[in-house]
T-cell receptor, first 113, second 114 residues
């Protein structure tokens, strides 16, 4: 079955360390997205990519970095510059037009101690 | 994108229809209404979308008022598994219009009571 996979589901890191979250899709979708969700809040867009080798900052890109070397993969690195990295991170993909809906992964819960 | 307003929470009895309202009074002519839901600690799930006609699929029905300033998502026979946060989003729906990311507010927390 086609889908979008995020790994790991839970991640613990020490303060000051960079950490990379994985996102892979086999839906042949052009566009991919990273969102952050804090308890009781909606989703906030971190980065998005409409096509391979291209990506754009979302609303809260500071302290994060991404790459899009392959259509299937859109990893997110949470750097030590991110002041409050503990959150639930969600990856999504779409055909590039919102008419088809977004497909979301099951998320990675990052805890920085 | 037009702003949406949803009640923070709602209750519904199991087996009854759940009607979730959304106000979008500043919606423009080329903006669609989209609904997603998020079950606790999972990724959001697309439910339905529409422009001005009412829409129905296997999950839900979407009723949009004639002036398009508000809409209602209807879950016809709610089950306990429908307990989730429901997001109403307004967005241009033409090609590429969604490629730069949807904006998710706080949504409505729907609780289905047994």
């Amino acid at each position: 079955d086609g889908g979008i996979t995020q790994s790991p589901k839970y991640l613990f890191r020490k303060e000051g360390q960079n950490v990379t979250l994985s996102c892979e899709q086999n839906l042949n979708h052009d566009a991919m997205y990273w969102y952050r969700q804090d308890p009781g809040q909606g989703l906030r867009l971190i980065y998005y990519s409409q096509i391979v080798n291209d990506f754009q900052k979302g609303d809260i890109a500071e302290g994060y970095s991404v790459s899009r070397e392959k259509k299937e993969s859109f990893p997110l690195t949470v750097t030590s510059a991110q002041k409050n990295p503990t959150a639930f991170y969600l990856c999504a993909s779409s055909r590039g037009t919102v008419n088809y809906g977004y497909t979301f992964g099951s998320g990675t819960r990052l805890t920085v101690v | 994108d037009a702003k949406t307003t949803q009640p923070p929470s709602m209750d519904c009895a199991e087996g009854r229809a759940a009607n979730l309202p959304c106000n979008h009074s500043t919606i423009s002519g080329n903006e669609y209404v989209y609904w997603y839901r998020q079950i606790h600690s999972q990724g959001p799930q697309y439910i339905i979308h529409g422009l001005k006609n009412n829409e129905t699929n296997e999950m839900a029905s979407l009723i949009i008022t004639e002036d398009r300033k508000s809409s209602t998502l209807i879950l016809p026979h709610a089950t306990l598994r429908d307990t989730a946060v429901y997001y109403c989003i307004v967005r241009v729906g033409n090609s590429g219009g969604g490629a730069d990311g949807l904006t998710f507010g706080k949504g409505t927390h729907l609780i289905i009571q047994p």
